[in-house]
């Protein structure tokens, strides 16, 4: 068997535990922090990996590869769980053939996200095993586990990341690839895949079955480690927290969790008897605390003490285990220059939102570095809820206004989150007769997350050359009227001007594409080609 030594991000590590467990199949939508985990994988000999137009489809593709026998991993950032949420319920009630595993990468603080999601939640009302790597090395063990975890115990298993697990690198264990032990092919059985009703509710109770012995068994799971030094103070954590406990306590006890749904109570238990005064320490919402007050174990120490939002570092777990006042602490008067993000110099999208600010125009935005358009010099958005809801929300606020809609009102969405969930609303827009203006803001690519291909874009993720969907089929398709279609050179300010103030006038649904490739793109392909020369 082989085994090498290298430095691998928790990405990578996720990517490489993947391959060696013998997965074939992996989907995703891109999003920082886990982009990178499919387009690691894709670079493997024999996996068959896709982006997909979003995480529902994502989860939904992943599902039918496990179903008929394939190990699959399926990956998304914490928002994308919300999408894919739908499939994910009854996933678990149906169970798996081959292993499905789910990497969901949380980002406390907000590093790249609108909300600080804890997914730890779904793992909990979903009924869904959720496991919890500290470093590299785990990350890729934890994989191959889940695998074995999801066929034993028929189930989709997730796999939950953070931000500095995800991009931080440690020292890894390379192994040799194993075979999947399942044979693949799909074989009918209707009382466990199709979820009727009377079908559903004999699942439901083998959920729970499976609940409550993995519950018991996760007990005398090796990826929990429990070291008893100080009997005064003891620490439960998981995830990265563990490696900044190790880092400033050296010298307390320690219960590290693996698995995090759901919980070795009985190990949890025995370690609080024999410990003084438990801290918990976890990112974001009280979770493994809350469980665990629930038994009745009331020796801890949580967010009564620790923050509620944003990132736990060394600093915040030493100063409030050591109780190390704020006055106590040095202070160093330097004030660091801010450095506000801002599109880059030649982008694309500059001269629309000019456009729009001059305009005085109420903007519906949505999700991708052209959101950067609320910010100075162009302040020309006033709305950002989700992926897709620029489309929406604009019918939203034209439906409240009733008669007194102006026509003033602006939709403007990237072209891969067009494709994600940016379609629908356009047919709502049709179909309710709305009278708003759609613009799509087209630069060849995902900009945001690193420029990853697209159903717009016109190639697959491994570069392979496939169809991009033409916008002006598309919107005649779903009922926008021929007339009322433009398609605009990013660079030219004067008519793209001229055009949102003739398709406004029109007071009729209007559709707007605006063309010009992101210019980091142009940088990359140049650099692919003399790397190839």
């Given at each position: 068997m082989m085994t090498k030594q290298v430095l691998l991000s928790g990405n990578e590590a996720i990517a490489r535990g993947a391959y060696e467990a013998g997965a074939k199949v992996g989907t995703g939508y891109p999003g920082t922090p886990s982009t990178e985990i499919l387009e690691n994988l894709s670079k493997y000999d024999g996996v068959n990996c896709e982006w997909s137009v979003n995480e529902k489809v994502a989860l939904e593709v992943g599902f039918g590869s496990c179903l008929a026998g394939q190990r699959t991993i399926v990956t998304m950032k914490h928002v994308g769980l919300n999408v894919a949420a739908d499939p994910l319920f009854t996933s678990s009630y149906i169970g798996v053939k081959g292993g499905l595993v789910i990497i969901v990468a949380d980002d406390p603080d907000m590093h790249s996200s609108q909300n600080e999601q804890d997914s730890r939640h779904y793992a909990r009302a979903s009924q869904i095993p959720m496991l919890e790597p500290s470093n590299s090395q785990e990350a890729k063990n934890f994989v191959k586990l889940a695998f074995e975890l999801s066929e034993k115990y028929d189930t989709p298993v997730f796999i939950r990341s953070v931000t500095r697990i995800s991009h931080s690198k440690?020292?890894?264990?390379?192994?040799?690839?194993?075979?999947?032990?399942?044979?693949?092919?799909?074989?009918?059985?209707?009382?466990?895949?199709?979820?009727?009703?009377?079908?559903?509710?004999?699942?439901?109770?083998?959920?729970?079955?499976?609940?409550?012995?993995?519950?018991?068994?996760?007990?005398?799971?090796?990826?929990?480690?429990?070291?008893?030094?100080?009997?005064?103070?003891?620490?439960?954590?998981?995830?990265?927290?563990?490696?900044?406990?190790?880092?400033?306590?050296?010298?307390?006890?320690?219960?590290?969790?693996?698995?995090?749904?759901?919980?070795?109570?009985?190990?949890?238990?025995?370690?609080?008897?024999?410990?003084?005064?438990?801290?918990?320490t976890e990112e974001v919402d009280p979770f493994i605390e809350t469980e665990i007050k629930a038994k009745g174990i009331t020796n801890l120490i949580g967010k009564d003490k620790f923050p509620l939002f944003g990132e736990l570092s060394p600093d915040i777990i030493y100063n409030t285990v050591m109780n190390v006042q704020e006055k106590d602490l040095i202070s160093i008067d330097i004030e660091i220059p801010k450095r506000p993000p801002k599109l880059c110099p030649g982008c694309p999208h500059h001269q629309i939102f000019n456009v729009l600010n001059r305009l005085g125009l109420t903007v519906t935005g949505d999700i991708g570095c052209y959101t950067l358009g609320v910010l100075p010099p162009y302040s020309a958005m006033d709305t950002c809820l989700d992926m897709g809801a620029s489309v929406t929300v604009s019918q939203g606020i034209e439906l409240a206004e009733g008669k007194d809609f102006k026509n003033n009102t602006v939709a403007v969405i990237g072209d891969s989150t067009f494709a994600h969930s940016g379609i629908t609303g356009l047919i709502n827009a049709v179909y309710n007769k709305r009278h708003s203006l759609v613009i799509v803001l087209d630069n060849s690519t995902t900009a945001m997350t690193g420029m990853q291909p697209n159903p717009l874009s016109g190639e697959t993720i491994n570069g392979d050359t496939t169809y991009a969907i033409d916008y002006q089929k598309l919107a005649e398709a779903v009922g926008v009227k021929t007339e009322q279609i433009r398609i605009i050179n990013a660079y030219k300010e004067e008519i793209m001007e001229d055009t949102v103030k003739e398709l406004l006038a029109t007071k009729e649904l209007a559709f707007m594409v605006i063309k010009g490739p992101c210019v980091l793109l142009k940088r990359k392909r140049a650099k692919q080609k003399r790397g190839k020369a």
């Open positions: 440690t020292i890894v264990d390379l192994c040799d690839p194993i075979k999947n032990p399942i044979k693949v092919g799909f074989k009918r059985n209707i009382m466990k895949y199709v979820m009727i009703p009377a079908f559903a509710r004999i699942r439901h109770k083998e959920v729970l079955k499976r609940m409550a012995k993995l519950e018991l068994d996760c007990n005398t799971f090796s990826i929990n480690k429990k070291t008893i030094t100080d009997k005064k103070i003891g620490i439960i954590t998981s995830g990265i927290i563990y490696e900044y406990v190790k880092e400033v306590l050296p010298d307390v006890s320690i219960l590290k969790l693996g698995i995090v749904y759901p919980l070795p109570m009985d190990l949890i238990r025995k370690f609080c008897e024999s410990i003084d005064t438990v801290y918990i």
